[in-house]
């Protein structure tokens, strides 16, 4: 079979699909290590769902968070006895997740731009850079700006949200202040929040919020940054990036060829963290594959019932709290400094009362995505 893309849900659906005994390519059109835009954070919901250890990439772990509104100051710290987020950058977690699938046995070629997918048959073949791989199953995970989803007639008609980030290095001062702190702050970008994450030796600061903002993102990035004394030009490796919302109308799954991640568009609509999406997609998406392998089902078509199970739940609460953050973000920071709810939310990011998938509960995911959908991204 053949995977193409390995950011971290390709990486771990070739890896577990050849711990599994099966044959697998993956292919990336980059060579690796490379860096890819995001701030890096894997919810420790998502860390259950790596089938490797990550602890050589991790640069910082999360114990508290701190929320703010608009900047005026009025700040609220939560903290958790057990870590929420793993702190990572994306070159070096990409890159240790592709080496351990390689190690796994996967075939993992760089530098190889896939063209197209047909999809046939009993199969697929995949054109990619002069040439054509008959597989017999095709997962596609090359993100929003990839071909496979295209290719395959999937994951179409997302909504788009965009954010803008940069590197600010970690002075002693910034060190003492963020290591093992993340701060977001609300009502700043609408359809989103600002963020400061911290790293090994730096700190990043971004913001983000519905498609329609990408015009106002400098503007909306310096008053973060006027936050902390400077401006975005002191920031390294600016840089702006789209997050595919999915429209659950969407099929993500057709004969032999699927996607998962962000090509499917599986990105959180509240944090538009999309690690843990990606991580549980891809699990399913190697289960699904693997009893097509070995005779159990003819075709991919149970993987997105199984993935509205277990996601449409999750992401109907995050809508409402998008809507909630965007449209009353006093009403929301009042209900965040309630002693009842943080536990709720610990237990959230951490994992501990997730649902286990069950087909057929699409419909939840479809109401969620009908409370806020923009006029226009």
């Known amino acids: 079979m053949v995977v193409i893309g390995a950011g971290p849900a390709g990486s771990t659906a070739a890896y577990r699909l050849a711990a599994a005994g099966a044959r697998v390519v993956m292919l990336d059109k980059a060579r690796f290590p490379r860096d890819k ?20 990439v991790v640069e910082d772990v999360i114990h508290d968070v701190e929320v703010g509104r608009d900047y005026d100051g009025r700040r609220i710290t939560r903290s958790s006895k057990e870590p929420l987020v793993l702190m990572t950058q994306r070159s070096r977690l990409d890159a240790h997740l592709a080496e351990q699938a390689a190690a796994r046995g996967a075939d993992f070629r760089e530098g190889v731009r896939v ?17 054509r791989i008959a597989a017999g199953i095709v997962i596609g995970a090359d993100g929003c700006n990839g071909v496979s989803a295209k290719a395959m007639g999937l994951g179409a008609n997302p909504t788009y949200g965009v954010a803008l980030e940069g590197n600010l290095p970690m002075t002693n001062g910034l060190e003492e202040r963020l290591r093992g702190r993340l701060l977001l702050e609300f009502g700043t970008v609408p359809g989103g929040y600002a963020w400061v994450f911290p790293k090994g030796d730096h700190a990043n600061l971004g913001v983000g919020g519905w498609g329609r903002e990408g015009e106002n993102l400098r503007e909306h990035l310096d008053r973060l940054c006027a936050e902390w004394g400077i401006t975005h030009r002191d920031l390294a490796g600016l840089r702006g990036y789209r997050l595919p919302l999915r429209d659950p109308r969407a099929p993500l799954a057709r004969g032999r060829g699927l996607v998962i991640g962000d090509a499917a568009g599986l990105v959180d609509p509240m944090s538009g963290d999309g690690m843990y999406e990606g991580f549980l997609s891809s699990k399913i998406a190697s289960e699904a594959a693997l009893d097509v392998l070995a005779g159990r089902a003819r075709d991919l078509s149970g993987y997105g019932r199984t993935v509205d199970g277990a996601l449409s739940r999750h ?12 449209e009353a973000p006093r009403v929301a920071l009042t209900l965040a400094r309630s ?26 995911e479809r109401i969620g995505r009908a409370i806020y959908r923009p006029a226009k991204d």
């Open 37 to 56: 835009p995001c701030g890096g954070g894997i919810t420790w919901r998502g860390v259950k769902l790596i089938p490797c250890s990550v602890d050589p």
């Open 115 to 131: 063209r197209g997918v047909e999809l046939e048959a009993g199969g697929a073949t995949v054109s990619a850079d002069g040439m």
């Open 315 to 326: 992401r109907m609460v995050s809508w409402v709290g998008k809507l909630l953050f965007d």
């Open 339 to 364: 002693p009842v709810l943080w536990p709720r939310v610990v237990s959230r990011l951490r994992g501990e009362h997730a649902r286990q998938p069950r087909p057929g509960s699409h419909q939840l």
